[in-house]
């Protein structure tokens, strides 16, 4: 079955840090760029960040630049979100998503063509 799986999700304080993972099972990340979108409550599914097949190439959301990371381990199969500061307007349901072939990191929904089905993150004291 071809899927990504998110996880690393949890409560936090704020100023505090998680690392979300994406897995990939059934077929190899590394063909796709991968971005990271999230939903908070009530408002639509936004970008936060993407990487590139390589990993040469990352792009942020302005509400997230200094404080989160992109990486990628293509041989596990994993993409990775290091987030710090976190706050709690950082308080999402964390998805991430692979781009049809070919195509390049983007933080707009439109050509990721597989999702994972989200980690919750929840920053509160």
């Known amino acids: 079955q071809l899927q990504l799986v998110e996880s690393g999700g949890g409560l936090v304080q704020p100023g505090g840090s998680l690392r979300l993972s994406c897995a990939a099972s059934?077929?190899?990340?590394?063909?796709?760029?991968i971005g990271w979108f999230r939903q908070a409550p009530g408002k639509e599914r936004v970008g936060v960040s993407c990487i590139s097949r390589t990993g040469d190439n990352t792009n942020y959301a302005d509400s997230v630049k200094g404080r989160f990371t992109i990486s990628r381990d293509n041989a596990k199969n994993t993409v990775y979100l290091q987030m710090n500061s976190l706050k709690p307007e950082d308080t999402a349901m964390f998805y991430c998503?692979?781009?049809?072939?070919?195509?390049?990191?983007?933080?707009?929904?439109?050509?990721?063509?597989?999702w994972g089905q989200g980690t919750q993150v929840t920053v509160s004291s």
């Open positions: 998503a692979a781009t049809y072939p070919g195509y390049k990191c983007h933080l707009t929904e439109s050509g990721y063509s597989r």
């Open positions: 059934g077929f190899t990340l590394g063909y796709y760029a």
